[in-house]
T-cell receptor, first 113, second 117 residues
Framework: EDKVVQSPLSLVVHEGDTVTLNCSYE??????LLWYKQEKKAPTFLFML????IEKKSGRLSSILDKKELFSILNITATQTGDSAVYLC?????????????FGKGTLLTVNP | DTEVTQTPKHLVMGMTNKKSLKCEQH?????MYWYKQKAKKPPELMFV???????INESVPSRFSPECPNSSLLNLHLHALQPEDSALYLC????????????????FGPGTRLTVL
């Protein structure tokens, strides 16, 4: 069975801090790793990673994948209160007979002013 | 149009009611998904439709019945639900579930918050 483990499960920081969120995985036939941000409703897409060592960047957020060590990190620099959310890591694999996303439990990030 | 829409936003139903959740996308995506998300938990996959055919059923109880009338629409019919079925029901879509690298990127709808009394 595919597994995705995120750490920490929750994190409280002050505005301006830099945070690193971790995601490790064990999946059959890895295809991609995705990061989503979930506030009150639906998860919104942040990054899709398929290749090791290539950093994806969007503003203050960046992410990188290590397929050898089976993990990814999501960095957020100069955090703002609007970054407060649950950050979900999901990995697409075929643990079973069909490809599907397996989600980690998420990291709850709280950014205080 | 780059969004997935879901109706209703909120639904309260009794255990003897029959109701349906609706999901729509106009991105030309050929794969659509239903997820169930309980509070403070990650989404759990329920069903996957690929090219309007059911391709994955994650051992979901028969009181949940999915339907894909066409490539843009996905319904979830609910009957004789239990209070523990109360959750956020998320619909997602992707271009397909095939082999292309970006074709399976899933976009989520806003969800339907379901309460079963």
């Amino acid at each position: 069975e595919d597994k995705v483990v995120q750490s920490p499960l929750s994190l409280v920081v002050h505005e301006g801090d830099t945070v690193t969120l971790n995601c490790s995985y064990e999946v059959t036939n890895f295809r991609s790793l995705l990061w989503y941000k979930q506030e009150k409703k639906a998860p919104t897409f942040l990054f899709m990673l398929t290749s090791s060592g290539i950093e994806k960047k969007s503003g203050r957020l960046s992410s990188i994948l290590d397929k050898k060590e089976l993990f990814s990190i999501l960095n957020i620099t100069a955090t703002q209160t609007g970054d407060s959310a649950v950050y979900l890591c999901a990995v697409e694999g075929s643990g079973g007979s069909n490809y599907k996303l397996t989600f980690g439990k998420g990291t709850l990030l709280t950014v205080n002013p | 149009d780059t969004e997935v829409t879901q109706t209703p936003k909120h639904l309260v139903m009794g255990m003897t009611n029959k109701k349906s959740l609706k999901c729509e996308q106009h991105m030309g995506h050929r794969a659509m998904y239903w997820y169930k998300q309980k509070a403070k938990k990650p989404p759990e996959l329920m069903f996957v439709y690929s090219y309007e055919k059911l391709s994955i059923n994650e051992s979901v109880p028969s009181r949940f019945s999915p339907e894909c009338p066409n490539s843009s629409l996905l319904n979830l019919h609910l009957h004789a639900l239990q209070p523990e079925d109360s959750a956020l029901y998320l619909c997602a879509s992707s271009q397909e579930t095939g082999t292309g690298i970006s074709f399976h990127l899933q976009f989520f709808g806003p969800g339907t918050r379901l309460t079963v009394l």
